[in-house]
């Protein structure tokens, strides 16, 4: 599982997340992160937002109702034995 930290602009702390998925959809990218390794652990979904150009991605919260439960569906199967619940 792959550790990235993660910084807010806003509040402008870092956090460490692991990367438990990947996918790319309609041309945009997001993964799926959590903050802890053990069982039951909440996780987001983020989309990358930054440009082709730009060197670091910029990853924003995926807060759309039907956008995140689309791409809940597809972690879902791409993980098999992870249920996310909405």
Do not use: H, P, W
Request: proline share 0%; charged share 40%.
């Amino acid at each position: 599982m792959e550790k990235i930290i993660f910084t807010s602009e806003e509040m402008q702390e870092e956090a460490e997340l692991y990367v438990l998925e990947q996918t790319k959809i309609n041309g945009s990218s997001y993964i799926l992160v959590t903050d802890s390794k053990e069982d039951g652990a909440e996780c987001l979904i983020l989309k990358d937002t930054s440009s082709e150009e730009a060197g670091d991605s910029i990853y924003e919260i995926v807060e759309d109702d039907e956008e995140l439960a689309s791409i809940s569906k597809v972690f879902e199967e791409l993980l098999e034995d992870v249920e996310i619940e909405r």
